[in-house]
Every structure is written in C-alpha cells, then in structure tokens.
C-alpha cells in the first residue's frame, strides 16, 4: 500500500463514510446534498492518495473491500478522539453555560414528548443548546445510537444489542384499539390473539418495534394475524381502526387524543409479550458523552416516568 503524501481531506473522508452507511454512491450523495459524481470522485482521490481499492459494486450498491473497513476503523477512531477532546475542552471551565448539539432519535408516538420536554422545558433555560431531532423505526434508533450517530435513542418494543445500552425503561403494553362499537369492544374483557385473528389488522412496517412484538407475540401463541394494512405510520394505524376498517395495535398512550374524543378504545390484551412492552432510553456504552448531552440524557430519563403504565396484573 502506497502511504498518502497529502493530508486526507475530511470532505472525502465524508463522502466515503456516507457510502459505507448507505450502501450506495447515490445514497451517500443525498445524505451530503452533492450529484452522485462528486462523491465518487471524492472516493477515486482516495484510491489513488492510498493506492488500494475501497469499494466493489454489487448491484445498485458498493460493498466496502478490506481496506475500507480499515480506513473506516481509522475514521471511527479519530472520531472518537475528537469528541473526547471537545468534550475536556468544553468542561474545563466551570460554570459554563451548555453548549453543543445533541442528537436524539426516536419513534413517531415519542416525538411530541420530547418537542415539549427538550425543546420546551430544558432549551428554555439553555439557550445555546441545539438538538437534532430524528424520527426513524425502532431497529433504525438502536442502529443509529450503536454507530454512533445519534448520542440518545427512544426505542420502543425492542431490546436494543451491545454496543446501544439501555439507560432507563418505563413499561408500555401493546393494546389493541378499536371503534367503541367493535365487538372486542363490547366483551368488556382482555383480547385474546385469536380473537384479534378473526378480524382485519392493521399493522407497522418491518423494522417498527410494534411491527415486532405483535409478530412476536403471534408466533409464541401459534396465531395467524390477518393484516390488511401496513403502514409506517402511526396515524394511519389509528385512522384505520377509527374507520370501522379493522383493528390495529398500539400503545394506550400512543392512542390517547381518538380515547379521548370517544373515536378509539383502548384494550388490554391477555398475551404476556405485549403486556410486557417497554420504552427504553438509549445510549452509546462506553462513550464519553460532553456535558450537554449528559444533562440531556439525564432530563429524559426523569421525565420518561410519565411513560411508566402501572401493572394491571401479574406478569
């Protein structure tokens, strides 16, 4: 391998690590808001500054060679390094007001939330924070929160894996909602899988924890669901069984403004998974996170006991 002579430049480091995340030059292009070309000569100069071969195209994709997962080690690492030393740099004073952005993805159903409490109630009194707000799927947020991406995550159903670190989990069960009028409605009693089975169901795409807690739920008690819709959206799902359609699943919480307006009902449901459903606040192990973005983490998981639903019963 041939050694750089030149400095690397970060604008091509950029255009490599958005490829490497997207799986695509074209992906990576509207991630940087540049044509497809500039990127791949972004990542020609690198070839040619290393002598080595980054990427090898599979379909419409690239998949990264040995010596990208090199450089992007080398990416992650400096990475790393710099945002220990703003972090050192940023609290040697004290006293100091906080500064910075912090990062937080999380669900449809959480995005109201953290409106109000972090850019309501915490930026009030620091004015000079700014936050990215990010709405993804729950197999998204841990994602984004293990590759360093976002500094805080808000998954919902779905137990993250190592490196993404439950901070704090508060209990939401899956509920199933429906017009008042609905027949599980008018049981007056905990719905049974199999007697959700029997009606249309709407439901969350792949990769949305509710999408995968009621599958989940479904496979452990043997049931065949009858999905008429699939949707990305939660109000979708809500106007869907608002309008007599069908059925869907959701949190009671998540359904709360058509309880409220006698549009929905919300009903508890006799499976041991979906009762069991949980929030949960996430971070990076082993980051070192700056102060602002601790404070933050902090502020979420005190304000997140509103999400805690009591028990109705043993588990």
């Known amino acids: ?68 997962a090199l450089l992007a080690e080398f990416c992650d690492a400096r990475s790393e390094q710099e945002e220990r030393l703003l972090v050192r740099l940023a609290e040697a004073g004290t006293g100091a007001a906080l500064r910075g952005r912090v990062h937080i993805v999380t669900g ?54 190592p490196p993404a670190d439950i901070v704090q989990s508060r209990r939401q069960p899956v509920c199933v909602i429906a017009t008042p009028g609905h027949p599980l409605a008018r049981s007056g009693r905990p719905v049974a899988l199999r007697e959700a089975a029997r009606y249309p169901i709407a439901q969350m795409t792949p990769g949305f924890g509710l999408q995968q807690i009621v599958s989940h739920a479904a496979v ?32 009671a919480r998540s359904a709360g403004g058509e309880v409220a307006a006698g549009r929905l009902v919300a009903l508890p449901t006799t ?23 601790r404070e933050v983490l902090r502020f979420i998981s005190a304000k997140s006991v509103a999400w805690d639903s009591p028990r109705r019963g043993p588990e």
């Open 1 to 68: 391998m041939a050694l750089p002579r030149d400095a690397i430049s970060e604008r091509h480091l950029r255009s490599f690590r958005e490829t490497l995340r997207t799986g695509s030059i074209r992906g990576a292009a509207d991630r940087l808001d540049v044509e497809p070309s500039v990127v791949t000569r972004h990542i020609q100069r690198l070839q040619e500054q290393f002598g080595v071969k980054l990427l090898e195209r599979r379909g419409r994709g690239v998949m990264p060679t040995d010596a990208a």
């Open 108 to 161: 449809e159903g959480f995005m109201t939330d953290l409106m109000r409490w972090v850019l309501g109630e915490f930026c009030g009194g620091h004015p000079e924070l700014e936050v990215t707000l990010e709405q993804a799927s729950a197999r998204e947020v841990v994602r984004l929160v293990a590759q360093d991406q976002a500094h805080i995550g808000i998954s919902y159903a779905v137990r993250p894996d």
């Open 220 to 251: 452990a008690e043997d049931v065949a669901l009858t999905t008429r819709l699939v949707t990305n959206s939660l109000a979708s799902l809500r106007d869907f069984a608002a309008l007599g359609l069908g059925i869907g699943f959701m949190s």
């Open 271 to 293: 499976s041991r998974i979906l009762e069991g459903a949980q929030i949960h606040v996430l971070a990076r192990a082993g980051r070192q996170y700056g102060r602002a973005t």
